[in-house]
């Protein structure tokens, strides 16, 4: 009898026990994810790079797990407020987040995020690279970075004018201008586009904005393109150099893009969604509408994700730091 009490406690407990945590805190794997739409978060207004390139990767995965796939657009505070919502939601890979470089950018910014950067998120892929590019006025005298930086000097700095402060724009000039002595000084805009007016129309002497925003007018003859800040070539436009070819070693700046989830989702999760997004990203058709866009596709696992992310959130939390760059 006692033998038989032993055994039925045993099957009663080993059920509650299948359906508590993992040992590593993760959120239980639910076998037959995805069992109901999933939500992509945006943190920035519809229409913009990132959330055309959240939309076209969304409708792919719809047909890749069998499941809709919804793109909801929370912009504010730098999109901080879109990433809050996610690092607050259900860690079961139902709602995900796509941010951009800014999210890296952030925590060097703003004192209270309400999450933190590094803790309350797993990377899941990165999926496509925007590379800035310094421009200057078709007929500016300035025809190559090296004439730039000659002609920012003490005492007359050079005006550069970026896509707002706090942008990967804004930190590739500063970051230049640590790398090299040149003085140079931020205008910082509401965004690429009124930048680029003002530098085509010679109201600042230099931009930094991103590549797919420049091309057309660098294609028309009215901006000429001095840099690209990758760390190689731009597909977009092959014959620019970067800025670590004219000289500055080691200077890069990506602006990435990609999807993350709340932490503790399940690892078996993460992977099947880095699997499916791989895969998308490798398709041609694909391949050709990033590009059209101005992207450079990419593709990375989820721990190689995560770490750029946070190597991104050290340097530019140092640099934010260096140059007293503050939000609040």
């Given at each position: 009898m006692?033998?038989?009490l032993q055994a039925s406690l045993a099957l009663l407990i080993l059920p509650l026990a299948s359906c508590g945590n993992s040992p590593s805190g993760e959120a239980p794997m639910d076998a037959a994810y995805p069992a109901h739409p999933i939500t992509i978060v945006v943190t920035f207004p519809p229409g913009g790079g990132t959330d055309l390139l959240a939309r076209r990767i969304g409708a792919s995965l719809q047909t890749q797990l069998?499941?809709?796939?919804?793109?909801?657009?929370?912009?504010?505070?730098?999109?901080?407020?879109?990433?809050?919502?996610?690092?607050?939601?259900p860690p079961d890979g139902y709602t995900?987040?796509?941010?951009?470089?800014?999210?890296?950018?952030?925590?060097?910014?703003y004192r209270n995020l309400g999450f933190s950067p590094k803790q309350d998120f797993a990377a899941v892929i990165n999926v496509a690279f925007v590379p800035s590019v310094f421009v200057v006025p078709a007929g500016s005298p300035l025809h190559t970075l090296d004439d730039a930086l000659a002609a920012a000097l003490p005492g007359k700095p050079l005006p550069f004018a970026s896509c707002g402060n706090g942008t990967p724009q804004h930190l590739a000039g500063e970051m230049l201008a640590r790398a090299t002595g040149a003085v140079l000084q931020q205008v910082p805009y509401k965004g690429?586009?009124?930048?680029?007016?003002?530098?085509?129309?010679?109201?600042?002497?230099?931009?930094?904005?991103?590549?797919?925003s420049a091309a057309p007018l660098i294609a028309a003859g009215k901006l000429r393109a001095l840099a690209v800040t990758s760390?190689?070539?731009?597909?977009?436009?092959?014959?620019?150099?970067?800025?670590?070819?004219?000289?500055?070693?080691?200077?890069?700046?990506?602006?990435?893009?990609?999807?993350?989830?709340?932490?503790?989702?399940?690892?078996?999760?993460?992977?099947?969604?880095?699997a499916a997004v791989a895969k998308i990203v490798s398709?041609?058709?694909?391949?050709?509408?990033?590009?059209?866009?101005?992207?450079?596709?990419?593709?990375?696992?989820?721990?190689?994700?995560?770490?750029m992310i946070h190597a991104d959130i050290d340097r530019y939390t140092a640099l934010t730091a260096s140059i007293g760059l503050r939000a609040d």
């Open positions: 006692k033998r038989l069998g499941q809709a796939v919804v793109v909801e657009n929370r912009p504010g505070a730098s999109g901080n407020i879109g990433a809050r919502l996610v690092a607050e939601a995900l987040l796509m941010v951009n470089s800014s999210f890296a950018i952030n925590p060097g910014v690429c586009g009124p930048a680029l007016t003002d530098v085509a129309a010679g109201q600042v002497a230099m931009g930094v904005v991103t590549a797919s760390p190689k070539r731009s597909p977009l436009m092959p014959t620019v150099p970067t800025v670590a070819e004219q000289g500055v070693a080691g200077y890069a700046l990506d602006q990435w893009h990609g999807l993350l989830a709340p932490a503790a989702t399940p690892r078996a999760v993460i992977e099947k969604l880095n398709q041609p058709d694909t391949q050709a509408a990033l590009r059209e866009q101005g992207f450079t596709p990419a593709s990375s696992t989820s721990r190689e994700f995560q770490s």
